[in-house]
């Protein structure tokens, strides 16, 4: 029986790979999000696949509440064979009227508690030999675009830890997947951080015309299936532009700075 331990399983990306995943047959899902009433509906729709859940209250800027769910997930399951590092919030606000209150806040959620879980559970693989960590990032982690400084940054992080991570844990059985979105159909702007730390409260015309959640946590789960150590879902003009940043840097900067993002 496999283990796999997704945060932000309340909704969005979260909760469609938790329905997803139920779908396949000797499964357990660890469910972790900081609302257990929306866990528990996601967990409903999982036992209709004949799933085991099992539901883990975490909140990623809080130190105490990671330390707490470690604990329990170790404790039941040892260490989940699949961590899915999903969790995280976004921004809709320029630089200049950001304030650092706010900035903090993103690379705790995003970053540091990743992060936190990361190394509480990180122990127990080395010791079993197996493992992974799979990091749902963004396109925003290649390249950045406007009203995102400390959603990219955030972003950008994640590939500089868990690239060098792989590197220190490939000769002991443990793999590393980082998967960059591009514009999926969820709340996420919905929730994203304004410029004084208020919720957005508005859904990004790019956002509303996203990939269908569904769709990319089938994507997503073949390609953690098949360990590729990147890849990048999104509609053709997301995936492009991490393709021009490396290689014409300077085309993708005139594309960005005509494009017009909410």
Not at 12 to 35: M, Y
Not at 100 to 123: A, C, I, W
Not at 150 to 166: E, I, M, N, P, V
Request: hydrophobic share 40%; charged share 25%; aromatic share 6%.
């Amino acid at each position: 029986m496999k283990s796999i331990l997704i945060t932000g399983a309340s909704s969005g990306i979260g909760e469609a790979l938790a329905i997803e995943w139920s779908k396949h047959k000797d499964v357990t899902l660890i469910l972790a999000a900081r609302r257990r009433d929306a866990l528990e509906k996601v967990s409903a729709q999982c036992a209709v696949n004949g799933t085991k859940t099992e539901i883990v209250e975490i909140d990623l800027s809080l130190g105490d509440s990671i330390e707490k769910a470690a604990s329990k997930i170790l404790q039941k399951f040892g260490s989940p064979d699949v961590v899915v590092h999903n969790g995280g919030i976004s921004q809709r606000a320029s630089a200049m009227n950001s304030s650092m209150d706010v900035y903090r806040q993103l690379m705790e959620v995003n970053y540091f508690g990743t992060v936190h879980l990361s190394k509480l559970l990180l122990p127990k693989m080395l010791e079993r030999k197996s493992g992974k960590f799979v990091v749902v990032t963004s396109v925003t982690g290649k390249l950045g675009t406007p009203f995102r400084t400390g959603y990219a940054a955030s972003k950008h992080a994640l590939h500089g830890f868990f690239d060098s991570l792989r590197a220190e844990v490939c000769h002991d059985g443990i793999q590393v997947t980082l998967v960059c979105p591009g514009y999926v159909r969820t709340s996420l702007s919905f929730n994203a951080l304004s410029g004084d730390g208020s919720k957005h409260n508005k859904m990004d015309p790019a956002t509303d015309s996203g990939l269908d959640p569904m769709e990319f946590a089938q994507k997503m789960i073949a390609a953690v299936d098949a360990g590729k150590e990147e890849v990048y879902i999104g509609g053709a003009r997301e995936v492009m532009g991490i393709y021009l940043k490396r290689f014409v840097p300077g085309v993708l900067s005139k594309i960005i700075s005509k494009a017009k993002v909410t």
